[in-house]
């Protein structure tokens, strides 16, 4: 029978022999299998597709881009090493070009909304913002449009009491002097006409030619006298306060004015999808500038966009003439539009947090903005 044979581990002078070669071809798997890893950073040129949108994305005269988003884009493609170049698109094919794969990217100030990122990936967000109102600055007296303001619902409600409380002291009156006073007799046509008549002479506070002549008559014209200084006084009062209001504070001062005036905005941009969601009527414009356009030559009340680009084109081309309401709704926030599954979306994102952190980046904020 055979007898088992002890293995017999090497000497300790060979071991130490061995531990270079091993370190050796461990080193060389390593580095083999580094050299097989892909790049997450493309070697192509990237393009980046963007939209004038001031200050966020503005093109110069001469072609090149600034702005908030643009210079952005440039920190991040420094951090990363990026090559690429701009390509202006519009707002739609912004998002169907990053889509499709023709954009590496899209920025300037585009929205992350719920429906665009069935279709792209965005980058966290750089910048928050909401939508605002651009409404004509009041400078004079503008009678046609204050005396249209007054066709209202309203207005024509109190018109019409006021009215009917004055046709009813009338029927009154008739009904008590027809039979006992000559000037309010007569059929109903006749004598009715003439009560009314004095019921309106009387509530202007004028003295009527002929009055009632029974104990009831005059105890109801006296009521009606007085009711009536009431009356008048609080229906001028309440005229007086619409003009002013509406002269000093412009037509509209909040959302809920929306759904009495004439409202713009671009087409195809999120404004479109709150407004119909409020159910506001609107016209849409092709951009900004030609609805602001329409806001100075008084064919809209007011135009609902980004308030950062409002405060912008206002400030820039309508000093004066246009202003923005200091309100904002409606939250938004910029972001980066990629392709799905995008190999710059995690490489962005780090550059982004680091970045937007930084004096760089306030200082940004302030060059373009006004505020960090």
């Excluded at 090149?64 to 420094?78: E, F, H, K, P, Y």
């Amino acid at each position: 029978m055979l007898k088992p044979v002890p293995l017999r581990t090497p000497a300790p002078r060979f071991r130490q022999a061995l531990w270079p070669i091993f370190a050796a071809g461990a080193f060389l798997a390593v580095h083999s299998a580094g050299a097989q890893v892909p790049s997450a950073m493309p070697e192509h040129v990237l393009v980046i597709g963007t939209k004038e949108a001031p200050p966020f994305a503005m093109k110069d005269s001469d072609g090149s881009w600034t702005g908030v988003s643009i210079d952005l884009w440039r920190r991040i493609a420094d951090e990363l090493h990026l090559r690429y170049r701009f390509q202006e698109d519009s707002l739609d094919e912004l998002i169907n070009g990053t889509t499709a794969g023709r954009l590496d990217a899209a920025i300037g100030a585009i929205t992350v909304t719920a429906g665009r990122e069935q279709t792209v990936d965005f980058s966290e967000s750089y910048y928050t913002t909401g939508l605002g109102i651009a409404v004509p600055t009041q400078t004079s007296f503008d009678w046609l449009r204050v005396l249209g303001s007054l066709i209202s619902v309203s207005f024509l409600k109190a018109l019409l009491s006021l009215v009917g409380v004055a046709l009813l002291i009338a029927v009154l009156i008739w009904a008590i002097e027809r039979h006992r006073t000559e000037h309010f007799k007569g059929g109903f046509r006749e004598g009715l006409a003439t009560s009314v008549w004095w019921s309106a002479v009387t509530m202007t506070q004028s003295v009527p030619e002929h009055g009632p002549r029974t104990v009831p008559g005059r105890l109801v014209a006296v009521v009606w006298m007085a009711a009536s200084v009431a009356a008048i006084a609080v229906f001028t009062a309440g005229i007086t306060s619409h003009l002013t209001t509406k002269q000093l504070e412009g037509y509209v001062h909040n959302v809920d004015d929306l759904r009495s005036v004439r409202v713009g905005a671009v087409a195809g941009t999120a404004s479109l999808r709150y407004l119909a969601h409020e159910r506001i009527s609107f016209r849409t414009y092709p951009d900004a500038e030609s609805g602001l356009k329409a806001v100075k030559a008084g064919r809209l009340d007011a135009f609902v966009y980004d308030q950062p680009i409002l405060y912008w084109l206002t400030k820039q081309d309508y000093p004066g003439s246009i202003e923005v309401l200091d309100i904002r709704f409606d939250p938004q926030s910029y972001a980066i539009a990629l392709p799905n599954n995008s190999s710059l979306r995690m490489p962005i994102n780090r550059t982004l947090a680091t970045v937007i952190g930084t004096q760089w980046w306030r200082d940004l904020n302030a060059e373009y903005l006004g505020h960090e």
